[in-house]
């Protein structure tokens, strides 16, 4: 199975940007569709952005709060995905996971729930100061 390892993330006050790195080993990592989740204090680990096989960005209505802020990539030669996130907000503090499912071609809403995932990265803290 794939392993995922997150990283970039720390303390920052708001309106700064950080840069969250997840990289994979174990796995064909270009045939993996990706995404990024958090989990706020006492809440349900939520989806942020995803990113297929193709490239393509995969997001929900949920993402609307990081609309134009966090933009999401990824590099196949090395294995990595990336979660830039730009013009942070206290309200951003979590703890950021990402996550992995082979790209099988599925409708695209499979690509948008927690449950789909199968490989999961351990996390890494965001944190916002006002």
């Known amino acids: 199975q794939v392993s995922l390892v997150e990283s970039g993330g720390g303390k920052v006050q708001a309106g700064g940007s950080l840069r969250l790195s997840c990289a994979a080993s174990?796995?064909?990592?270009?045939?993996?569709?990706m995404a990024w989740f958090r989990q706020f204090p006492g809440k349900y680990r939520e989806f942020i952005l995803g990113?297929?096989?193709?490239?393509?960005?995969?997001?929900?209505a949920d993402s609307d709060s990081v609309k134009g802020r966090f933009t999401v990539s990824r590099d196949n030669a090395k294995n990595t995905v990336y979660l830039q996130m730009d013009s942070l907000k206290p309200e951003d503090t979590a703890v950021y996971y990402c996550?992995?499912?082979?790209?099988?071609?599925?409708?695209?809403?499979?690509?948008?729930?927690?449950?789909?995932?199968?490989?999961w990265g351990q996390g890494t803290q965001v944190t916002v100061s006002s």
């Open positions: 174990g796995g064909t990592f270009s045939t993996y569709a």
């Open positions: 990113i297929r096989e193709s490239g393509a960005v995969a997001y929900t």
């Open positions: 996550a992995a499912v082979p790209d099988n071609g599925f409708i695209p809403s499979y690509y948008l729930r927690r449950s789909s995932y199968r490989f």
